[in-house]
């Protein structure tokens, strides 16, 4: 994310003005209810903590151990 500049969705820009172009690499994020890239299940949204997860559940298992 970083050697991207950053992710902007909105209007976020960093010191110099420039968009970050990280958004065009997240394979998750804000792509709920669309197919995995990697095994086709759909992305899901939660909140944890009051904040957005997105996840695939069949390449992200829950593991309790």
């Known amino acids: 994310a970083i050697e991207h500049g ?27 209810g669309k197919p995995c890239g990697r095994c086709g299940t759909l992305i899901e949204r939660i909140i944890v903590a009051q904040r957005s997860t997105h996840f695939c559940p069949g390449c992200q298992k829950l593991s309790l151990e």
Not at 6 to 28: C, I, K, M, P, Q
């Open 6 to 32: 950053g992710t902007s969705f909105n209007d976020y820009r960093d010191l110099w003005g420039e968009a970050g172009d990280n958004y065009n690499h997240v394979r998750v994020y804000h792509q709920d």
